[in-house]
Each structure stands twice: as structure tokens, then as C-alpha cells.
């Protein structure tokens, strides 16, 4: 190892950036807790099969982004990309099935060797919500309100849209693509290398490319409207008369798609163009086959992730922790006192910050610079008395108070 340098695309953080990570997570927290989803976690590392086999050989993440490695007993481990798949096969392997319809959230970090750029890490983290054995378009409509009163609860909601559609049934799915295949078809030269190739592969993909050749392409393409059965039909309008009650804003983008096979119905991104480049926030969708490409039963469900970075970008500063109090000991004596002061405040649920470094000045000054309100300042003299001085950093005011009386001189 011959320097220092955090690996690229990852990030160390302290004070208001780490400050901002946790607001997310804490938000995501409570809103989880309003409905009904158990905390889960699941591990950084899964064999590499069940990523490959759930998100799809012919995928970014699985084809070029994944962190693989043989572990020392030269088994195939991957660091994982997002939760889902560890999430479908703890479901199967952990016997959680008994549970279903089984509502579960987790967060932490995720990996994906990309290009490192504004919002866009190679270490990550995300929020992830989950609804497994439940088919019900009443799934997707709590799903759906949980990522939004998240945005709500955080504050960003304003510059952010919900963007829903729908992919149907397999029936449905089935007959688009036909109709994809036809018309892109027709366009086969003027379209990109990379939709070329998905034109093989993955011809839905060619609806969401951002390659300026392939937008009129793909603007002009058929809606899935047309194909649509009844049952998906159905579905769909269950689902956005949901959100309507529940009082979700959405807008349809027929361009919104998921390439592999077995995703189904409700697909949706929650975008800002706040980011630049990197506007999705909050994306998912329903993907009643995943648990089958793992090898388990038929099992619909529905979920979704969301970059926690991009979203601790765009909420306000967090308010900075502060101290309740901070102890400012002069002499050898209050030294040691101030040691057992602090510890009885601390187990008082009081936030104490303890001054030991430097003389008289120093320890004020840095008492003043530590945002807490009180100091309370010990001298050897006035601790034969049982007293100290406490300091109202905000007014500026001093009066002795007894020690015993700490808690309750501060008001806790
Ligand atoms: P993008 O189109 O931005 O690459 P994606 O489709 O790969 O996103 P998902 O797999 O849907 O993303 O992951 C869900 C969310 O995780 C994204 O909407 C985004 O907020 C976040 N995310 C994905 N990749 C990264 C990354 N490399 N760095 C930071 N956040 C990320
Ligand atoms: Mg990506």
C-alpha cells in the first residue's frame, strides 16, 4: 500500500455531511414505523448467483458494475449492488414465507463500480421498502405513499414528481413488445449501437435511452395502452385510484420501463431536476417473478430503493448537535470532580461535554465554540463549598449553583 487515499468513489464524512445521511435514515425511520414495515438486514454479501439471477446477466449492474470476488474457500461473493435480491433470498432460505404478505425495510450501503460523479458513489447507500406475497394493487398504493410522505417528511417533495406506469400483465407485456419490436424495427439504422443491441436483447430499454438519436425513435414508439388486457387494465386503475385517495400526486410517463421479463405492472421513479444528471431518487416497481428466478415459489410482490446521497443532498442543513453542558475543571481537584460531574449527568440523559485540554482560557473558549448552552465552571475553591458556577451562554448571565442541583439548575 503506498499512499493513503480513500478508494475511489467512496467518501468519509463527518459533521454536517454525516449529519445529513442520518436525518434521511431517521426520517426513513419513523415513516417506515407509520406503515407497519419490520426492520430487516440482510448481509453486504450473497453468493454471486443470486444478484446475476435476479437483476439479469444483460444488465449494467450485473454486467459491469458488480464487486465480485472468490472468497478464500473459492466461492463466488459479490458486495451487494441493492437489497432486493438479499431481501428474496432471505425470504426463501430463512423460511420467512410463513410471514407473507411480508411488509420489510433496511437500509445501509450498496456497491457498484461505476464512473464516480456529483450524486453517483461507487460505495452508496440506500433505503429500501419491500412488500413480498402480496399482490394486491393495495400493495403497491401503500408502497407507493410511504416513499412519498418520506419526500414529504423531508422536505423535498415540492421540487419532486412520481412518475407511474404501467408494463402490464404477461400477456400485455408480451404483445408491447411485438409491437416495440415492429416499430423499432423500422428504425433499425438510425438507432444507437448500444439500442441496437437491446433491440435483440431488451427492447423495452430503448423507451428510457438518453441517447439523443434514439429519443424521437422512442417518443414516436406505441404506448402499451393499446395491448393492454382487462385484468392489467384493472390493476393499474386500482392502483392510481389508491394513490388519489391516498392523496399522492403522480403523472404518467408511458417511456417509464424495467427491461427484465419479470417485472410486472407498476413501474415508478420519484425524479427531481435538482441532481442534473442523476434525477431519480426514489425508484421501483412490482416484480412478481423475482422470487421465482431464484428459485422459489410464485410470489408477486413490490418495492423500491432510494439513493440516500441524493436525497441528503437536496434536504436542509440539519440542525448541528449541541451539548447541554459543557464542564470547564480548573485545578487538579475539579479535574476529578469534573470526571464524576459529568458522568452523572450523562447517566441523567443530560449531554455533557468535558473540557481537558488547556489552561482557563482555552478550556472557555472552547466551551463557547462547543454550541452548548451551559458551561459550568469548578475551581478547587468552590468545590469545598459543593458549588460551581454555571455560565448561560446564550445570556451571558453567571450564578452559583450547588452541585447537587445541576440537573435541575439547567432545567432537566
Ligand atoms: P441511475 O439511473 O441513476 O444509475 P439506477 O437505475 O442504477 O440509477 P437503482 O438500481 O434503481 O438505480 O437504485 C435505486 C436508487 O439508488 C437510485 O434511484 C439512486 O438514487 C441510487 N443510486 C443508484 N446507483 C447509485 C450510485 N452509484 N451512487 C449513488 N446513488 C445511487
Ligand atoms: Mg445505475
Redesign the pocket.
Known sequence: MSSLQPVR?TQSLLGEDADRLHAVIGAFDRVRRLYGFKRVEVPVIEQTGVFARTMGETT??VSK?MYSFEDRGGEGITLR??FTAGICRAYLSEGWQQYAPLKVATWGS?F?Y?R?QK????E???LDAEIIGAGEPQADVELLAFGDQLLRELGIAEGVTLQLNTLGDSATRDSWRSGLVAHFDKHRGDLSEDSQTRLEKNPLRILDSKDPRDRPIADAAPDIDAHMSAEAGAFFEAVTRGLDAAGVAWTRNARLVRGLDYYRHTAF?FVTDRLG????????GRYDGLIEALGGPHTPAVG????????AMMIDAPKAERSDIAIVPLGDRADAEATRIAAGLRAAGVAAELGYRGNMKKRMSRANASGARYALIIGDEELDRGEGQLKDLMSGEQRAVSLHLLAEAIGR
Not at 444528471?277 to 421501483?284: D, E, I, K, N, S
Open positions: 468513489g449494467d449492474v458494475e449492488p441493492e450498496a457498484r461505476e464516480p450524486g453517483r458513489f461507487r452508496f447507500h440506500q421513479e444528471a442523476q434525477g431519480t431518487v426514489l425508484a421501483g423500491w430503493a432510494a439513493g440516500i446521497e441524493r436525497l
